[in-house]
Structures are given as C-alpha cells and as structure tokens.
C-alpha cells in the first residue's frame, strides 16, 4: 500500500520536516528554493539586510558563509543555516537599545553590543574556536552565544571523541590550568571513552570554554541557544544538556534556552515596538505551522 502524504511525514527525520516547512515558507513569498533548500539571493533569507559590521565579521570568518564553493550557493543562502537563524534573531539589535533582548536572554548584567563571529584562540594550532554571537556586558565581561537551527538532530557519529590528543599531549591539563577543573575531568572521561554524548555537541561547547577563559581576563557566560523541535531526538538532546550543565558546574556559567522560548519571551517583552520582526520569526520560524508547540496568542496575530 503506497504510504499518505501524512505518514511520510511521520517517518520523515527532523531535519526533513524542518527543511520542509522552510521551503514552504519560500514560496509563500515566492521564493525560488532549491531541493536542497537555498534561495538564490541573500537577501531572500534575510530579515533585514545585514549590518556593515555583521557582513564584515561574516567576511572574515572562517566558515566562508557568504562565498559560493563547489558550485554551491553561498551557506548563508540555506533555509536552514544556523548562522542565518542567528543573523535574523540578533543582528536586528545591532545599533539598538539591548534591554528587552536583556530580558530575554535573562542576562543579569547590562549589555552593550552584538559581534558575530568572533575567535577565541585557545594557545594551540589550527582554527581558533568561534562563537557565533558575543554580547559584550557593562562588567567588561562578555555572554557567548553558541547557536543551533538544525545540527544537533543527527546523532554524533561514533569514531573518535571530537577532542583530538592535541588537547592531552605532554600531560597537558588545558582547562584545569586555566581554572576549569570540572571542564577538564569531563573532557578527560570523554577522551578515555568513559563518557559520551549523542546529540549534544559537547567537544565544541568545552572547545569554547578553554577558548574564553584563554583570552578573557574578564567575567564571561556561554549560552546555547537551540531550535527546538517536537521529536523523540529533543528529549534526548535536553536531558544531555542538562547533564553537561550538571558536569561542568560553575566553570563556563553555562546556561541553556531554546530559540522558541527567547522567542516567547520577547513576544512579552517588546512586541508593540518591535512588531514587525516578530512578525517575521513568527511566520518563518516560530507559527503554528512549525511543529514547536509555539504559535502567537490571538492578540498577537495582527
């Protein structure tokens, strides 16, 4: 018996019913999108055209977000690019006043600036680790925002532990001597295979701690903010998060809040003064027609 157009659904992964319900909002608009998901101008899958000093850190970074490779379209054409879902949320608040993203983010210090891509060397070769928000705060500090639209839905493969012995050779204690003992037990039980993550990209998250404590003399916190999604996959990715936040303790003042529920919470906040853009996550990320559970309240439906 040939399956319904339903129950393709229900078997489709995650990432398909995402991409899915990203096209459909590309053609709304009348958009042309690819199979594979990428309009075909920039601008397309923007909000608003990025700001000079966001096109410049996207410029310069090392994931080439705005250059067409392999005859592929630039990354930040994809409906599911995870540095798009950045640049619609934040580089909105470049240039204005930060308190209701504040709020949101329940930051408890002042913030006074949006930087993307920003490099966090950590003293070893290659690649420094990138973060793909920094909030600079009043306390001369920083909150580092580690995003996520679709990656962690597939499960991490199971050759190697994502921390080379780069991280461990000579008896180096990277994390403990930079003052992040619990980071450092963790990553050791991770490298000695005594401890795994599946969905959770936790290599990456200590990769970003070591980073910010290597050039940050200063009070810092790392956020992961995630697009979450009604599957089988969230429940499993949570409770990971909630285990590496237990695991890591005070080190990274690390903290966790999913894209709908910053969403949800500047819908309260500021929707009158910033309507327009909510407008717009709502209908691209954040409506009824998104297997979230979120959707906008009837007197926010205008």
């Known amino acids: 018996m040939r399956a319904t157009p339903r129950q393709k659904l229900v078997r489709a992964s995650p990432k398909a019913r995402i991409l899915e319900q990203q096209i459909a909002w590309a053609h709304r608009r009348d958009f042309v999108a690819d199979a594979s998901g990428y309009v075909v101008h920039l601008e397309q899958n923007l909000f608003q055209p990025m700001n000079p000093s966001t096109r410049v850190a996207f410029e310069r970074g090392a994931g080439s977000e705005l250059h067409a490779s392999d005859g592929r379209r630039p990354k930040l054409c994809a409906l599911h690019s995870s540095a798009a879902l950045a640049v619609n949320v934040f580089d909105y608040w470049v240039g204005r006043t930060l308190a209701p993203l504040q709020d949101a983010l329940g930051a408890r210090v002042e913030l006074l600036g949006v930087e993307f891509e920003r490099r966090f060397p950590t003293g070893l070769a290659g690649t420094p680790p990138t973060l793909d928000v920094v909030l600079e705060t009043s306390n001369s500090g920083v909150l580092a925002i580690e ?3 679709t990656e962690w839905m597939t499960r ?4 190697g532990s994502g921390l080379s012995a780069s991280y461990f050779a000579d008896g ?8 992040l003992p619990r980071c450092q037990a ?20 200590l990769k970003h701690g070591l980073g910010l404590a290597a050039t940050q003399n200063r009070p810092c916190s790392l956020v992961y903010v995630f697009y979450d999604f009604a599957c089988e996959e969230s429940v499993s990715h949570r409770h990971e998060t909630e285990r590496f936040m237990e695991a890591v303790g005070d080190d990274l ?8 529920d910053l ?5 309260d906040i500021c929707w009158e003064a910033h309507e327009d853009y909510l407008k717009y996550l709502a209908a691209r990320y954040f409506g009824s027609a998104h297997s ?3 959707a906008l309240g009837p007197e926010k439906s205008r």
């Open 292 to 294: 979230t559970g979120v």
């Open 186 to 205: 963790l990553a050791e039980r991770i490298s000695e295979g005594k401890e795994r993550f599946d969905w959770l990209n936790v290599p990456q998250l």
């Open 156 to 159: 991490a493969g199971s050759g």
């Open 253 to 260: 003042n690390f903290t966790s809040l999913s894209y709908q």
């Open 172 to 179: 180096r204690r990277l994390w403990a001597n930079r003052g």
């Open 147 to 149: 995003s996520k639209f």
């Open 263 to 267: 969403f949800e919470r500047l819908l």
